[in-house]
């Protein structure tokens, strides 16, 4: 089966109009990081393809601390153009050049796993989505956009046009474990943002990828930190949690059974980086 058109759209009111005819018979492209790999080697067969890298969504907006990034930015953009480390620190573990060049903000959200590198910080960060229809603008959670294996909460009508980061408070570690030298696939990657006041946690988001089927919270280690100190115990316990609580994909590079031992490993050296952070202020 080959592609029967191809669109391009100068405009959001033209891509969404194009999104409301076609639906799911409609493949969504920028950088083609994804889509295009799947299509050349037949694993999937769109019937149209639309490029909205036309759009005029590779902007970076700030205002009051929070960060507005348009999906079509590309990640080599995120480094040229914002100068958070953790954000920088995602991107720049996100492919290689040539993939940071084109691959996008919005299209990292819908990698399968265990790609995704950039979405797991965004997650950490508990980034917002805005996704648009034809008649609709909406907001959502990114929790809330990953609603399962290989599927997200927005229709086939609607497009991701932005990410909304709100201010990055308190301390926050990322890190990527490969079993070869980047660029290479993830075997897990952890991503921390963390508050405390007086030494007491107050709230922690870990997020995690190589983890299930897409970027993932862990609640339960979360849960387990709240209301403590980062000490060893704690750290043992919510890295525990966070490696039985994982649902990893296997593949060529690691087994579910080794990504479990690496998230338990990788979570507890990011929990004690932080807390080492809080002993050196």
């Known amino acids: 089966m080959t592609i029967e058109a191809y669109y391009r759209p100068e405009t959001l009111e033209e891509a969404l109009d194009l999104s409301a005819e076609y639906r799911s018979s409609l493949d969504i492209i920028s950088g083609g990081t994804i889509a295009m790999p799947a ?3 037949g694993k999937t067969f769109p019937a149209r393809v639309m490029d909205i890298r036309d759009l005029d969504l590779d902007f970076v907006e700030s205002s009051n601390g929070e960060r507005t990034l ?7 953009g995120v480094l040229e153009k914002i100068d958070e480390p953790f954000l920088r620190d995602a991107a720049r573990h996100t492919g290689g050049w040539s993939i940071r060049n084109m691959g996008t903000v919005g299209g990292n959200l819908f990698s399968p796993p265990p790609l995704g590198d950039f979405a797991v910080a965004l997650l950490a960060l508990d980034a917002e989505i805005e996704v ?7 907001w959502i959670s990114l ?10 909460a927005i ?3 609607e497009l991701v046009t932005a990410v909304r980061l709100p201010p990055i408070d308190g301390d926050t570690t990322y890190t990527k474990y490969t079993r070869s030298q980047e660029p290479a696939r993830a075997i897990v990657t952890v991503a921390v943002n963390l508050e405390r006041q007086d030494g007491v946690v107050e709230t922690v988001r870990i997020a995690l990828n190589g983890a299930g089927p897409h970027p993932v919270r862990m609640h339960e280690a979360e849960d387990i930190l709240e209301g403590e100190r980062l000490e060893r115990d704690a750290i043992e316990r919510a890295a525990e949690a966070a490696a039985e609580g994982a649902d990893p994909p296997e593949d060529a590079i690691a087994s579910a059974w ?6 338990r490993h990788h979570l507890s050296n990011a929990l004690c980086e932080l807390r080492n952070q809080e002993e050196t202020k």
Do not use: H
């Not at 348009?70 to 080599?76: H, I, N, P, R, V």
């Not at 956009?145 to 290989?150: D, N």
């Open 258 to 263: 080794y990504r479990r031992k690496m998230i």
């Open 70 to 76: 348009g999906a079509t930015l590309t990640l080599t």
């Open 132 to 138: 648009q229809q034809r008649d609709e603008q909406r």
């Open 143 to 152: 929790s809330e956009f990953y609603a399962g294996p290989k599927s997200t």
């Open 39 to 41: 299509i050349n080697e």
């Open 155 to 157: 229709e086939a009508d």
